[in-house]
Structure formats: C-alpha cells, structure tokens
C-alpha cells in the first residue's frame, strides 16, 4: 500500500477517511476496539498524527490485502508491540554485556599492583 503523506500534524477524521477512502465510522471502529489511539484536542476531536496514519496503514493493509478480520488485527498489533519490546529489551541487553566487556578487558590490561611476592621455602628438615 502506498504512503498517502509526508508531512507532519495532526489530521482530523473527515481528512484521514478521504486520504485512504475509508468511510469516519471505520475510523470510529478502530478507534473502539483499541487498534487506533488518535489523540482528542480540547473540544474533544480526534486528531491523528503521522505514527496514527502509519499503524492505520499497517491495519488497511492486513484488512483489505490479506483478509484479516478485527480480532485477528487485534493479535497481530498485539504480537507486534510485543515483539518490539522484546526487541527493545535485547538491545539493553547487548550493551550492558558489551560494557562489561568493555570494563573487563580494560581492567584485565592495567598492571594489578605489585603481584606476586616470591616465597623461599626451606629445603630440608630443619635441625
């Protein structure tokens, strides 16, 4: 599906159901069922930025190029958002171990004092 807009705002609803000629209602049913959360302005009208109209792309193309259905919308949003966090997590992940990597090796290079003392020991039985 392709991009409709490269600008940045917010758009109201009557604007985005004729950019992607889809009737306000639909809007209004996403918006119901929790796969869009367009923000309100004080008079309480929703406004749908540019990350809005990028997950409204994502949801059109699963409705009208693959035939799923809301619920199964629903779970593939879900799936998403978490796989992003999982994502996000890993990437935390790496760099803490990449730190401390970091932290070792440099430590494993400095001298670490004097070292060692050297120890005599006594040969024989002592008399």
């Known amino acids: 599906m392709a991009t409709k807009r490269k600008s940045k705002g917010a ?8 950019m992607y000629d889809i009737h306000p209602q639909t809007l209004r049913l996403y918006e119901r069922e929790g796969l869009l959360r367009p923000s309100r302005s004080e008079g309480n009208t929703r406004l749908y930025t540019d990350e809005d109209l990028e997950r409204l792309e994502f949801i059109l193309n699963l409705a009208r190029d693959l035939g799923v259905n809301i619920a199964g919308i629903a779970i593939v949003l879900q799936m998403r958002e978490r796989m992003e966090e999982m994502n996000r997590q890993m990437q935390h992940f790496v760099e803490y171990v990449r730190t401390e990597m970091i932290t070792r090796i440099h430590q494993a290079q400095q001298p670490q004092g004097p070292g060692l003392v050297p120890f005599k020991r006594p040969v024989g039985p002592k008399k």
């Open 11 to 18: 758009y109201m609803i009557s604007a985005v159901a004729e």
